[in-house]
Antibody
Framework: QVQLQESGPGLVKPSETLSLTCTVSGGSISSYYWSWIRQPAGKGLEWIGRIYSTVSSNYNPSLRSRVIMSVDMSKNQFSLNLTSVTAADTAVYYC???????????WGQGTLVTVSS | EIVMTQSPATLSVSPGERATLSCRTSQSFSSNLAWYQQKPGQAPRLLIYGASTRATGIPARFSGSGSGTEFTLTISSLQSEDFAVYHCQQYNNWPPSFGQGTKVEIK
């Protein structure tokens, strides 16, 4: 059974970079699409981006200028970097494994990231 | 971006009754729609994709239908564990986008 676990700082200062890692167990990170999705408290879900191996990535246009995703095959991990954060980036961040289409079939438990000084 | 509108925002239903949730999209497409269930403090769980295909392990009481701009999630006989928030999501266009959710609560 595939399991995903997010890790990273729970508190980030405004204008700094939010960095999260998702560790995948129970399966290889190769040959699948992996995504980051976030959810501000009491609000809807927002798809941040998805990555396939080290080959291709797609980012939400609303965040594209600030997002970089990467995959580390040797560690079975993938990562999210979101630069120049503001309070609007405060949310629970989920990592997911997708079906070949942009549908999230496996989810991590989520990690709350608060942007505050 | 395709805008997703879910209705109602809250649905009050008695256990054993049928629940019908609606999702409208700002652009028409055939079947690239998914439904997720989310319980408090938990990650969403995939229920339906392709508008009507149940994900692995999802009970038959959950069914999805629709095309164009109108999609529906039906729960035929609500069980206690079904009281949750339900999200629809389109993946016809990039970026994928979600509705604001429908909360199904106990009447």
């Amino acid at each position: 059974q595939v399991q995903l676990q997010e890790s990273g700082p729970g508190l980030v200062k405004p204008s700094e970079t939010l960095s999260l890692t998702c560790t995948v167990s129970g399966g290889s990170i190769s040959s699948y699409y992996w995504s980051w999705i976030r959810q501000p408290a009491g609000k809807g879900l927002e798809w941040i981006g998805r990555i396939y191996s080290t080959v291709s990535s797609n980012y939400n246009p609303s965040l594209r200028s600030r997002v970089i995703m990467s995959v580390d095959m040797s560690k079975n991990q993938f990562s999210l970097n979101l630069t120049s954060v503001t309070a609007a980036d405060t949310a629970v961040y989920y990592c997911t494994r997708d079906l070949g289409i942009a549908v999230a079939s496996y989810w991590g438990q989520g990690t709350l990231v608060t942007v505050s000084s | 971006e395709i805008v997703m509108t879910q209705s109602p925002a809250t649905l009050s239903v008695s256990p054993g009754e049928r629940a019908t949730l609606s999702c409208r999209t700002s652009q028409s497409f055939s079947s690239n729609l998914a439904w997720y269930q989310q319980k408090p403090g938990q990650a969403p769980r995939l229920l339906i994709y392709g508008a009507s295909t149940r994900a692995t392990g999802i009970p038959a009481r959950f069914s999805g239908s629709g095309s164009g701009t109108e999609f529906t999630l039906t729960i035929s006989s609500l069980q206690s564990e079904d009281f949750a928030v339900y999200h629809c999501q389109q993946y016809n266009n990039w970026p994928p986008s979600f509705g604001q959710g429908t909360k199904v609560e106990i009447k």
